[in-house]
């Protein structure tokens, strides 16, 4: 769904090499033209399902015919060492045909319980050796990295007794987004905005993944895995540790990990009373009526797995120390938005007394991830007129208003990072681990306890108890979910 039309992409680009080969194992029957055949028909249903990213119509048909040139296929169980030495002959022939140096990318787009088993049959294959800087072997693996703190520390301690950690590339595709990408650009490149970046100016950050689509087909994966660990650990601590990492010495992958690392060990274990969990009910999203989780298909009648999380998080450190984070995240809700909010403290209103002003509204900076890409500052200005009254206005910077229209699903940057070996936007095991700790008693409460689901109905902003946590420290407020959409100059709080 993602990586084949990431790598199509890569070649209208120019950045797939050109000596390249594609390789699909499965244990399903089949041939190189069944599965090419099969990746086309799903890339121009990506396509019409993408919003017009990738137009059916306007398929390159150059660039998909050099990119199916490249296919071939191995059929065999994930679990039999057979597999690994057609693996290794298939690897033999395109290194012989294409001209690639030796030089392999495994990527695992398996269920998570294949990830120990094939890194240890690539190993007892050979498959994972390099040959120093001439050859190199790396292996991408795909969220969930572990299901919990235990799990994540055993499929590390199995996968590095094979692998060494530059060889291993954990992807999340929150962090291929250009936005994302932007956010250590913005914050360290200008030189108004770091003064400002810290726990004397700014009052709380919120940080937002909001979805309209429900659980899909997705049922088998989601009732073992609920809202907080399909998001939580990974695409909302991606976008956590980005702005809030301390600035590192250089750009280099191992120092902005290291920042990253340094952030997450300064987050203190969650309290399970500073987190909410919620499940979708019956209502209406994008003008549809959309069923409760509970009648989804392959769910559970009783299910306990949430749809919806939202969460108070401190950073014990000296930049961010008393300022709260919070995060949400959920399906069904009333838009699709993703966006940081990073809500500056309010100047001092003694030279406003006696004047018409009651409230100053709150100064913004937002920072667009999805559907929109861009940055958003709302600043107070007076309204024309004789009195002193302030409104809100917003001065907006859109990513499409300045460069080129791109139709990247989000892998292209971080497939190419792979290929150059540069880890920057992958996760180090200690990262993983770290992130697992912060929310593990969080996951043993919820364990033992039975929530009393549904709790928000669909096409809504989440459950109430939601805007209890968040106004229970000073009275503050959740952005509203339809904040994209307002009008220029209209006063948010």
Not at 59 to 77: F, H, K, T
Request: glycine share 8%; aromatic share 10%; hydrophobic share 40%.
């Amino acid at each position: 769904r993602l990586v084949v039309p990431a790598l199509y992409n890569m070649v209208r680009l120019g950045t797939l090499p050109e000596h390249f080969a594609l390789i699909g194992v499965d244990h399903a029957e089949g041939t190189e033209e069944s599965w090419a055949k099969g990746l086309r028909t799903a890339l121009e249903s990506f396509a019409r399902d993408r919003s017009g990213e990738l137009d059916p119509a306007k398929i390159d048909e150059s660039g998909w015919n050099r990119l199916a040139a490249s296919m071939s296929y191995v059929q065999g169980d994930f679990t039999t060492p057979a597999l690994y030495q057609n693996i290794a002959q298939a690897l033999q022939g395109t290194e012989a045909k294409v001209g690639t140096a030796g030089n392999v990318i495994f990527y695992l787009a398996v269920a998570d319980r294949f990830f120990g088993t094939i890194v240890d049959q690539l190993g007892a294959a050979k498959l994972t050796e390099c040959g120093g800087k001439a050859r190199w072997r790396r292996v991408v693996i795909e969220k969930p990295f572990g299901h919990d703190l235990k799990s994540a520390q055993a499929l590390d301690a199995q996968v590095l007794k094979v692998l060494a950690e530059d060889q291993i590339f954990r992807i999340d595709h929150f962090l291929g987004k250009e936005t994302v990408q932007n956010i250590l650009t913005f914050r360290f490149a200008n030189g108004f905005f770091e003064p400002l970046w810290n726990r004397d100016r700014i009052d709380h950050v919120q940080i937002t993944a909001a979805e309209t689509v429900g659980v899909e087909d997705r049922a088998g994966f989601y009732e073992a895995t609920g809202a907080l660990r399909d998001m939580v650990p990974n695409h909302l601590f991606s976008l956590l540790a980005m702005v809030a990492m301390e600035p590192p010495v250089g750009f280099d992958p191992e120092s902005v990990r290291d920042r990253k690392a340094d952030l997450f060990t300064a987050i203190p274990a969650l309290d399970p009373k500073d987190l909410v969990r919620g499940q979708y009910d019956a209502g209406k999203t994008a003008g549809q009526a959309a069923r409760a989780y509970r009648d989804e298909p392959g769910v559970a009648k009783g299910s306990r797995a949430e749809t919806y999380v939202a969460m108070r998080i401190e950073i014990d450190n000296w930049r961010w120390s008393g300022v709260p984070f919070y995060l949400r995240t959920g399906k069904h809700l009333k838009t699709r938005q993703t966006e940081i909010a990073i809500r500056f403290r309010d100047a001092p209103y003694t030279a406003f007394q006696g004047t018409q002003v009651n409230a100053m509204p709150a100064n913004w900076l937002v920072l667009r991830i999805a559907p929109v890409e861009g940055i958003k500052l709302e600043f107070d200005v007076k309204r024309p007129g004789p009195e002193v009254d302030m409104a809100a206005v917003a001065m907006e910077f859109g990513y499409d208003d300045w460069f080129a229209a791109s139709t990247a699903v989000g892998y292209e940057t971080l497939l190419y990072d792979v290929m150059t070996g540069d880890q920057s936007l992958f996760m180090r095991a200690d990262m993983v681990d770290q992130a697992w700790r912060v929310v593990q008693p969080v996951l043993d409460a919820w364990a033992a306890a039975t929530p009393e689901f549904p709790n928000y109905a669909s096409g809504s902003a989440g459950p109430k108890s939601a805007d209890r946590l968040i106004a229970r420290q000073g009275g503050r407020h959740w952005r509203p979910l339809d904040s994209l959409n307002r009008h220029k100059g209209s006063k948010h709080g």
